[in-house]
């Protein structure tokens, strides 16, 4: 029962280059969400997908892009990372009712330097 | 565009005290509450949720809240708190979007 898988889990990128985080889930959810967690800040919500095809903004989306490339998997790309852009990431995914919570994944600590 | 706010940003108690973590939200129809529990290093795990009906609700670990509509506050309780809880906890609402938005968390110090 893996849940929610983040990959990588570590990783150092050079200010200017890409990457993608990548995430699934085997619950058959329809949604999925990628937040940031920065000290102080709390979650904020980058982008999410209410439903496979689907995607919406969330509270900080600049600098990012992301791809729901089918009901499990959800990607979220930096496509010219910059130090601010250095965080905890975390993919989470929910049933698709609005009373249903989120499960989340172990998340991804990505610094650019 | 719906948002949470949590006053207090750290809580220190005495082991056996009690504990009350504040959420307030903001929202135009029926919210979606919940809250979550983060230890150091961790990824969130789901305490409790409100979506409807009784307004008190129970949760893992001996947590309990509120859901106050008059007051758009939706507090955390624990009768009397233990070492293992020391952790960051967060709230957080959804609309029927599924856009989930949290806050930006309470960490609780649990003193011996």
Redesign the interface.
Known sequence: NAGVTQTPKFQVLKTGQSMTLQCAQDMNHN?M?W?RQDP??????IY?S?SEGTT?K??VPNGYNVSRLNKREFSLRLESAAPSQTSVY?C?S?L?Q??T???????TRLTVV | AQSVT?PD?HITVSEGASLELRCNYSYGATP?L?WYVQSPG???Q?LL?Y??GDTLVQGIKGFEAEFKRSQSSFNLRKPSVHWSDAAEY?C?V????????????TKLTVNP
Not at chain 1, 101 to 107: I, L, N, T
Not at chain 2, 94 to 105: A, I, Q, R, T
Request: proline letters at 0%.
């Open positions: 949604s969400y937040y102080g800040m709390g979650l904020r919500l999410y209410a919406d969330g509270e975390f989470a929910s698709g609005s009373y919570e989120a499960f989340f994944g172990q998340g | 949590q940003i979606y919940f961790q990824g969130l789901l949720k979506f409807s967060f957080a959804k609309g029927g979007s599924e856009k989930l938005v949290f806050g930006k968390g």
